[in-house]
């Protein structure tokens, strides 16, 4: 996904992020994910809930505050993206703050169920969070902004 342009077609990069922050953050969400359907596999589902409480927390924040905003793309911003290059491009915040917002909605439904006493429901919301943080984080496929990208080609997200 490139920057977005203005009307004379000139790319706004002052609006791009660093391709490589979110990827960063769902490396660390990926593990975190994967340590919560382990303890939850494991017995220790209080343990797993609560941490799927803290990242249900954690994509809320990236969704509603922005992915600028996220503890983890502040740490990848401060401490990561100094030591590197500079990217080859920027690219348009819109859909990873998008995806936060859907890792929000499979974390909270995990949460909630949880809470009405659905045995497996921590695992599964974490497992089905932990493939789409995978996937973006091992191979630059983000599930949540190709979901963002469908609905703005079927126009139901407006973009301007």
Partial sequence: MSVPTDRTNEPTTATGIDPRGPRFGAAITAVLLLVTVVLALAGAETAAF????????????????GIRRHPFGLLFARV?????????ELEDPRPPTFAQGVGF????????LALLGVPSAVPIAAAVAFVAAFLNAAFDFCLGC???????????????
């Fill in 105 to 112: 909605a499979v974390t909270l439904a995990g949460v909630v």
């Fill in 80 to 88: 990561v993206r100094p030591r590197l290059a500079p990217p080859a």
């Fill in 146 to 160: 190709r979901i963002y990208l469908l609905l703005v080609r079927a126009r139901v997200i407006r973009t301007a």
């Fill in 50 to 65: 609560w941490l799927l409480v803290g990242l249900t927390a954690l994509f809320a924040w990236g969704a509603f505050a």
